[in-house]
């Protein structure tokens, strides 16, 4: 190679080195705060402020949910499948995709109490995907809605 | 090191725009035919044969657009952060046509994957938009490409232009690897990979031959897109070339 070519290309291998190096950096003094949610871990070991607007994330507990017949508010119990559960209250709309065994990030507040009062409850998509015979094979079920609205689309396709 | 020596003629001979220009234009119908059928033949057994997901149901089949987008989004910019070091290291002409010629391409594919994953994500999160490290990084990527555009556009003089935006492209290549690895390395809202290099796909192959057709036929239509605009660029900066006004006079006769 041309030694004034492989001058350039050292330099440029040095601007690209120095920017990766800076970059990397503050991504890790950043590392909490990329985050997008508290995980339950994390707020039983009391880590998450109380009282301010963060995001709780995790599993929906099987057999937790408990809805109020008369309105829309819902309890559950939110854990990492590992021991750590933290209580959510919520009023209003779910997303379709919510159900037991389902991830979900909530936004909220943390109560001194350990309660968390969502305001929001967004749905957690994995990265699996299947049709639905081969998910009964499996042992995986719809939530509720979510299998009456594939009926719908089934019978009207 | 040695280079084995048609590689190196090759490389040769990328220095001339008008061996380029000469030798991409026969490719262009195959290009776009193959990505058309390959692209077809995706979306059609995509949307209509295979079958619904378990849980999100039809809405899942963004995927056969919104997959291939992203793909294509961070391909094209490592092309153009390629385009940058040769460009930088070498002064190869065309390279710096490449790199004008893929940035408006990229920032559609960048777009697209973000307004598609929007589209899907209101169903399905029951969010349109979440300021998670993937949604964010795409976002900051096409910054980057519009930055890079608008670089050019700043900038009277071409060479001075050409030097500026290799750089932006080279720094911004950076950002590739957090956009892949930020779903694994913070926790976010949007899934991890359901492909990995080292393991089974997460998904029966009903769903995925459709997916890997459609981001075949995705790059085809990019590679014919990209070697189109560069051409109309090689055009445009060689027009004081005898054969370049040959071209044109002849074009022109044809018409």
Known sequence: MHPKRRQRLTLVAFLFAGVAVAVGLALFALNENINLFYPPDQIARGEAPTDQRIRAGGMVLEGSVKRDPGSLAVRFTLSDMAGHNVPVVYEGILPDLFGEGQGIVATGRLRANGTFEATEVLAKHDENYMPPELAAMAGRKAPEGQQAGLATLDAGG | ?255
């Not at chain 2, 910019?77 to 002064?91: K, N, P």
């Not at chain 2, 050019?152 to 950002?175: D, K, M, S, Y």
């Open chain 2, 1 to 255: 090191m040695k280079f084995p020596a048609p590689l190196v003629r090759l490389w040769h001979r990328l220095g001339s725009p008008r061996w380029f220009f000469e030798t991409t234009a026969p490719w262009l119908p195959w290009l776009l035919g193959l990505g058309v059928a390959l692209l077809g033949a995706g979306a059609f057994w995509g949307l209509a044969l295979a079958p619904a997901d378990y849980l999100q149901g039809n809405s899942f089949r963004i995927i056969y657009v919104h997959v291939p987008s992203a793909i294509l989004a961070q391909s094209c910019y490592m092309l153009m952060g390629s385009c940058g070091v040769v460009l930088l290291v070498w002064r190869m002409k065309l390279a710096d046509m490449v790199l004008e010629a893929a940035a408006p391409i990229g920032a559609s594919f960048t777009a697209l994957a973000l307004a598609t994953g929007a589209v899907w994500g209101k169903p399905t999160w029951g969010t349109w938009w979440a300021w998670d490290a993937r949604v964010t990084s795409m976002l900051i990527l096409l910054f980057l490409y519009l930055g890079i555009m608008g670089l050019r556009q700043a900038l009277q003089r071409p060479e001075a232009a050409g030097r500026a935006c290799a750089i932006l492209a080279i720094v911004g290549l950076v950002n590739i690897p957090i956009i892949k690895y930020s779903v694994d390395w913070w926790l976010t809202l949007h899934q991890p990979s359901t492909f990995k290099l080292t393991e089974k796909p997460a998904m029966p192959p009903s769903m995925w031959i459709p997916l890997l057709l459609s981001v075949l036929g995705f790059y085809a239509l990019f590679i014919w897109s990209v070697l189109q605009s560069t051409r109309v660029v090689v055009l445009e900066r060689e027009r004081r070339t005898q054969w370049v006004q040959n071209f044109v006079a002849a074009e022109g006769s044809k018409a």
